[in-house]
Structure formats: C-alpha cells, structure tokens
C-alpha cells in the first residue's frame, strides 16, 4: 500500500520561503509529484522528482531522497497568490498505475 | 487545445438516482484518470484508462461505480442508485504517457460537483 503525510497547515509571510514536507510508506516507490490546488480549483502540477536530489522550476524547487523516504517543496519569494493547497502524490509499483495523493498542506501567506 | 473539460460542472440528486458524468480529456492524451475528492482531503483514486482499456479500479471503488472510455476519447462515470456519501467532487484527468510508465503529471478537468440529497 501507500501512504503520504503532510503537514496540515502552513503559515508563512509575503515574500519568505516555505518548506513543505511529504514523508511517505509506499509498496513501490518510482517519484514524487506535487500539485497545487486553490480552493474551488483543479489540482495543477507543479514538478516532478524521479531521482534524489533537487528539481528547479522557477520560485518553486522541489527535493527527494530516497532513502529517507522524504520529500519537499520548496517556495521562495512567497506571493499572496500562493495561497492554496499543496499535494504530494506518487505512482504506484508494478506496470499498472495508481497515483495516490497525500494528505494536503494547506498554505496560507500573510502580508 | 482547450484542456480537460467536465460536464456538468454541477449535479444535485437524491438518494437513490443514477448519475453519468462525462470528461473530455486533451485530444493527444492516451491516459485518463478519474478521482473522487472531498473537503479538505487529496484526490482519491477511482480508476484508470489506458487509450480504452480500463485498467485498474480502486478497492474502494464499489459495484455501482461503472466507467467507460469507448474509443479511447471521452469517457464516463455513473454512479448507480447513488447514496449520500457519495457527495463529493469527481475529478478527471489525462495524461500522454508512452507505453506503461507512470502517470506523474496529469492535467485536470474543473470538476464535477456532486451532492446527493
């Protein structure tokens, strides 16, 4: 099975940088994927890690390691537009695919 | 291209009735997820295509949960005498995936909105 903690909720102030963690227990493990979703939206995705190490994708970075079974996205010069929910989601083993999500952190940026 | 798309983007029933949701995913995109997502929660799988074949369905998924992708273009979901709990939003997306590798970024619909009374 699979199984993909976040943090609930996150508080940061415009113009900072926030972390958001994923920790996760999966069968199989092939990478990580984050999405973000603004309230009433639809999820949007935002990167992808297949190896260790950090992806670089303009304000948002997003990072892997394998052997700690741990990820994170990193946002930098926070907007308030930012504000929204962050999803981590992984692909299932074998050659049929499940993505599941995690359990979301909802992030909110204060001015 | 015009994205994902869902119809309708709103469905209120009662308990008891059939519901049929349509996705449109992008035209050159072979993979089609759906996924049944409630408040404050991630997306939960349903199920999958492959072009047209279904290829696998949650466990959580029950007997009257039925989806179809005829022709591997827009596919359906219908919900068979539908029961309060079922209120949630129902979520599509595609991918182009090349052979079986994995699905990590999708593109999604808007959304259907079910509440059932």
């Known amino acids: 099975g699979q199984s993909l903690e976040q943090p609930s909720e996150v508080t940061a102030v415009e113009g900072a940088i926030v972390q958001i963690n994923c920790t996760y227990q999966t069968s199989g493990f092939y990478g990580l994927s984050w999405y973000q979703q603004h309230d009433g939206g639809a999820p949007t995705f935002l990167s992808y890690n297949a190896l260790d190490g950090l992806e670089e994708t303009g304000r948002f970075s997003s990072f892997l390691s394998r052997s700690d079974s741990y990820g994170y996205l990193l946002l930098q010069e926070l907007q308030m537009k930012d504000s929204a929910s962050y999803f981590c989601a992984a692909p299932g083993s074998g050659g049929y695919q499940k993505v599941t999500f995690g359990t979301g952190t909802k992030l909110q940026v204060i001015p | 291209d015009t994205g994902v798309s869902q119809d309708p983007r709103h469905k209120i029933t009662k308990r008891g009735q059939n519901v049929t949701f349509r996705c449109d995913p992008i035209?050159?995109?072979?993979?089609l997820y759906w996924y049944r997502q409630t408040l404050g929660q991630g997306p939960e799988f349903l199920t999958y295509?492959?072009?047209?074949?279904?290829?696998?369905k949650s466990r959580l998924l029950s007997d009257r949960f039925s989806a179809e992708r005829p022709k591997g273009s827009f596919s359906t979901l219908e919900i068979q005498r539908t029961e309060q709990g079922d209120s949630a939003m129902y979520l599509c997306a595609s991918s182009l995936i090349v052979g079986l590798a994995f699905g990590y970024e999708q593109y999604f619909g808007p959304g259907t909105r079910l509440t059932v009374t």
């Open positions: 295509f492959q072009n047209e074949a279904q290829l696998e």
């Open positions: 035209s050159e995109h072979n993979r």
